[in-house]
Antibody, heavy 118, light 107 residues
Framework: QEQLVESGGGVVQPGRSLRLSCAASGFSFSNYAMHWVRQAPGKGLEWVAV????????DHADSVKGRFTISRDNSKNTLYLQMNSLRAEDTAVYYC???????????WGQGTLVTVSS | EVVLTQSPGTLSLSPGERATLSCRASQSVSSSYLAWYQQKPGQAPRLLMY???TRATGFPDRFRASGSGTNFTLTISRLEPEDFAVYYCQQYGRGFTFGPGTKVDIK
């Protein structure tokens, strides 16, 4: 059964860094593009980043471009989100999600909460 | 950037009633690249519809979706207690954007 489990969230001061992980199981991780999506408390969904199945192609939302970097390690079945220069407005639950071609997100993790606060 | 607008923001209905949710795009979106998600409190979103009108696994046929161009609709024919949730539309034809959501709550 397909499963995505995020980890790495927590409370961090503005300007600091954090790396999120998303461990995949139950499917051939290396065959799928993957996304990060976030949801601020009480708010809607915001797309953050996407990475191709082989890691060669990436894209990031303008709101995080230059600060966040998506990556993956197919040998470890794990997706990452490196978050630098964190701001209060980055406070959110961060979800990883798998792509069902041509692009809908068919499996989601349970999310990990990132709180940016001094 | 394709901006999605959903209406109404909140829909207050009783079980058994019909729900009609609207999603409008600022630019034309191929119907192949429009999805709907259901999210319940404290849970991750769940894919409901994709390709504008194909139901995802596990959802009954009381959920129907349609539309093309810039106007899309999700219809729940007879609301069951488990259908009260927030529904988001999403386009993935030109980048990836979500609508702000429609909350369907119990009247």
């Amino acid at each position: 059964q397909e499963q995505l489990v995020e980890s790495g969230g927590g409370v961090v001061q503005p300007g600091r860094s954090l790396r999120l992980s998303c461990a995949a199981s139950g499917f051939s991780f290396s065959n799928y593009a993957m996304h990060w999506v976030r949801q601020a408390p009480g708010k809607g969904l915001e797309w953050v980043a996407v990475i191709s199945y082989d890691g060669n192609n990436k894209d990031h939302a303008d709101s995080v471009k230059g600060r966040f970097t998506i990556s993956r390690d197919n040998s470890k079945n794990t997706l990452y989100l490196q978050m630098n220069s964190l701001r209060a407005e980055d406070t959110a639950v961060y979800y990883c999600a798998r792509v069902k071609l041509p692009g809908a997100f068919d499996y989601w993790g349970q999310g990990t909460l990132v709180t940016v606060s001094s | 950037e394709v901006v999605l607008t959903q209406s109404p923001g909140t829909l207050s209905l009783s079980p058994g009633e019909r729900a009609t949710l609207s999603c409008r795009a600022s630019q034309s979106v191929s119907s192949s690249y429009l999805a709907w998600y259901q999210q319940k409190p404290g849970q991750a979103p769940r894919l409901l519809m994709y390709g504008a009108s194909t139901r995802a696994t596990g959802f009954p046929d009381r959920f129907r979706a349609s539309g093309s161009g810039t106007n899309f609709t999700l219809t729940i024919s007879r609301l069951e207690p488990e259908d009260f949730a927030v529904y988001y539309c999403q386009q993935y034809g030109r980048g990836f954007t979500f609508g702000p959501g429609t909350k369907v709550d119990i009247k």
